[in-house]
């Protein structure tokens, strides 16, 4: 006990990072047939980082925090009653899930299968939104930026003047909301915006991988006590982790302005630079697996990529002579994380992630096209670092 302590006076030293929510809550309570409580039982979760177990109390109730969000099998046994088992169940970012359990009398070699899908309204909160699974993102087609997968929450939307990558949730504006990563407050402190903003460049960075994203869990109202500084909604975001399992992948991504269609243009009497070709391309590989088993587990995971967007300057202006000008930003987005079970009690998350990023010599700015003078014409650098150590864990014998 007394190196747990010294180990949250550890964690506690550090930098604090936002409280938000990291994990989830698998609990429930185990009645007879007759529906009275059943204590003593004992109840093992199974999951990608492996086993917990517990035992249920006097009410037959039983909790076991801390969970990595994913799909979880149950299984409940007590001497004299048929063993109950329910797989398959998903857990949610920020979730408490419910999953009520019946034993019958029988034989200690009797299994019981509980088939159904568990209650997925989560009566203990009040919460409103929804959680994006990355499952859901290999699925269905959607920009490759953090921002791009809030649209796929109901009551968000363009904010217009913010930016695609910041819209309106709940009615707010796109610089009303707050964005937490493995509990990093990366919310642009200037303007409320998602990672870094500028007046002059607009939305810069992706925050995270798009590809390294576990869960979004976007929240529309409603939203607890530990999130502040927003009047629109809160996007809390977990990085992958690690398993039990030595898992890795490789991937590209290319989007050639081939594919898309004519870009409408337009002129105005002050001139209007015109965007006519927008491409993309990142390749990245990711590898997760545990270091000591059903304890240690370590991920990592990098992207680089280079967006690429082509303007013209306005008929009649001076640099219309230079005809199209690429403008080329170039972001090497990284993520890694260590995951330590030091009890079923007990979790340590250590995070690192980041986007540095640059913009090459060139019109970083639009307005520099309507001038005479391709000196105006510079480089930019954005993006950043982030680290975080998380400790979640119960202290004492409640």
Do not use: C
């Not at 009040?126 to 859901?136: E, F, M, P």
């Not at 990098?302 to 080329?328: C, E, K, M, W």
């Amino acid at each position: 006990m007394r190196r747990f302590a010294l180990l949250l006076a550890l964690v506690l030293a550090l930098p604090a990072a936002a409280r938000s929510q990291t994990t989830g809550t698998l609990g429930g309570r185990i009645v007879d047939a007759q529906g009275l409580a059943v204590p003593g039982v004992t109840v093992t979760i199974t999951g990608a980082q492996g086993s917990k177990t517990a035992t249920t109390d006097a009410e037959g109730r039983f909790s076991i925090p801390f969970l990595t969000p994913g799909k979880y099998d149950v299984k409940a046994e007590l001497t004299g009653f048929k063993t109950v088992e329910q797989k398959g169940l998903t857990l949610a970012l920020g979730q408490t899930l419910d999953v009520p359990l019946k034993l019958e009398v029988g034989g200690v070699t009797e299994t019981v299968q509980v088939v159904g899908a568990t209650d997925i309204v989560n009566v203990n909160t009040t919460t409103t939104g929804a959680n994006i699974t990355s499952d859901l993102l290999e699925r269905v087609p959607v920009g490759r930026d953090l921002g791009s997968t809030l649209y796929l929450a109901p009551g968000v939307s363009s904010s217009s003047t913010a930016g695609h990558a910041n819209p309106s949730i709940a009615g707010g504006s796109g610089l009303d909301n707050q964005y937490v990563i493995d509990g990093v407050n990366v919310t642009n402190t200037g303007y409320g915006a998602l990672g870094s903003y500028s007046i002059i460049f607009g939305s810069l960075g992706n925050a995270t991988p798009y590809d390294f994203m576990q869960e979004v869990q976007v929240k529309t109202g409603g939203y607890e006590a530990e999130y502040g500084q927003a009047t629109g909604g809160v996007v809390n975001v977990i990085t992958k982790s690690g398993s039990n399992d030595l898992r890795g992948s490789g991937f590209g991504y290319w989007r050639p302005d081939q594919l898309e269609s004519p870009w409408t243009q337009f002129q105005s009497a002050n001139g209007s630079v015109q965007t006519v070709a927008t491409r993309q391309y990142d390749a990245g590989a990711e590898v997760g697996a545990p270091i000591v088993r059903d304890r240690l587990f370590f991920f990592g995971a990098i992207d680089p990529g280079q967006d690429v967007r082509t303007f013209h300057a306005p008929d009649g202006f001076p640099l219309d002579s230079l005809g199209n000008v690429d403008r080329v930003r170039n972001t090497l987005t990284y993520s890694s994380k260590a995951t330590w079970q030091a009890g079923s009690r007990h979790r340590i998350d250590v995070s690192l992630f980041g986007d540095p990023s640059k913009g090459s010599n060139g019109p970083q700015r639009t307005s520099s096209l309507l001038v005479d003078d391709t000196a105006s014409f510079s480089s930019i650098d954005y993006g950043g670092h982030n680290q975080t150590v998380r400790y979640n864990g119960v202290l004492g014998n409640a």
